[in-house]
Nanobody
Framework: EVQVVESGGGLVQAGGSLKLSCTVS????????IGWFRQAPGKEREGVSC????????YYADSVEGRFTISSDNAANTVYLRMDSLIPEDTAVYYC?????????????????WGQGTQVSVSS
């Protein structure tokens, strides 16, 4: 059984930082993407960032480019999302998901396994 578990959310002031973790277990594919998505209150869920497990290529939404950094520890089956210079607009539930598809990383329907989400709140 594949399990995807996020952690690291919390409340932070604007300008602060948080580091989210996503640990995947029970997954046997060698080539896959792990993506971070977020959903703010009243808004649709959107792609934030993605990393390829095999070659560690990374992708970012324009809104977080230069502020967020995605990385992975393949030995620990864990992906991290370092979030710096946080702004109130980053407030959302952040989800981690796994995809074996080669379709564009932000296409949510291509992700087969999702975590339960972790809340990130940024105060002004």
């Amino acid at each position: 059984e594949v399990q995807v578990v996020e952690s690291g959310g919390g409340l932070v002031q604007a300008g602060g930082s948080l580091k989210l973790s996503c640990t995947v277990s029970g997954f046997t594919f060698d080539d896959y993407h792990i993506g971070w998505f977020r959903q703010a209150p009243g808004k649709e869920r959107e792609g934030v960032s993605c990393i390829n497990h095999r070659d560690r290529s990374t992708y970012y939404a324009d809104s977080v480019e230069g502020r967020f950094t995605i990385s992975s520890d393949n030995a620990a089956n864990t992906v991290y999302l370092r979030m710096d210079s946080l702004i109130p607009e980053d407030t959302a539930v952040y989800y981690c998901a796994v995809s074996t598809s080669n379709v564009a990383w932000y296409v949510q329907s291509e992700y087969d396994y999702w975590g339960q989400g972790t809340q990130v709140s940024v105060s002004s």
